[in-house]
Nanobody, 116 residues
Framework: QVQLVESGGGLVQPGGSLRLSCVVSGSVFSPNAMGWYRQAPGKQRELVALITNGGAANYADSAKGRFTISRGNAKDTVYLQMNSLKPEDTAVYYC??????????WGQGTQVTVSS
């Protein structure tokens, strides 16, 4: 069974950094696109960043210049390096594979809290 397994969330002070990781467990091939979404309390889930197998990346305006999305060498892992974190970045972050054999896959979510 294919699953997305996330790690790396936590509590960090404003201005700090965190690195999120997500691996596609049980997959026999590398997805073309992988991404990160987030959902803050009372808000809709929103795209943070998306990256293709070839390395082309798109970012939400709120993430540009502060966050970097990347793929692992085996292409079955995606990372989100988050720098200069702000309290408004507080949310549950979800890993996403938009098309895995026709399925839209989601991770279980990892909490990121930015607070002093």
């Amino acid at each position: 069974q294919v699953q997305l397994v996330e790690s790396g969330g936590g509590l960090v002070q404003p201005g700090g950094s965190l690195r999120l990781s997500c691996v596609v467990s049980g997959s026999v091939f590398s997805p073309n696109a992988m991404g990160w979404y987030r959902q803050a309390p009372g808000k809709q889930r929103e795209l943070v960043a998306l990256i293709t197998n070839g390395g082309a990346a798109n970012y939400a305006d709120s993430a540009k210049g502060r966050f970097t999305i990347s793929r692992g060498n085996a292409k079955d892992t995606v990372y989100l390096q988050m720098n200069s974190l702000k309290p408004e970045d507080t949310a549950v972050y979800y890993c996403n594979v938009p098309n895995y054999l026709g399925r839209n896959l989601w991770g279980q979510g990892t909490q990121v809290t930015v607070s002093s």
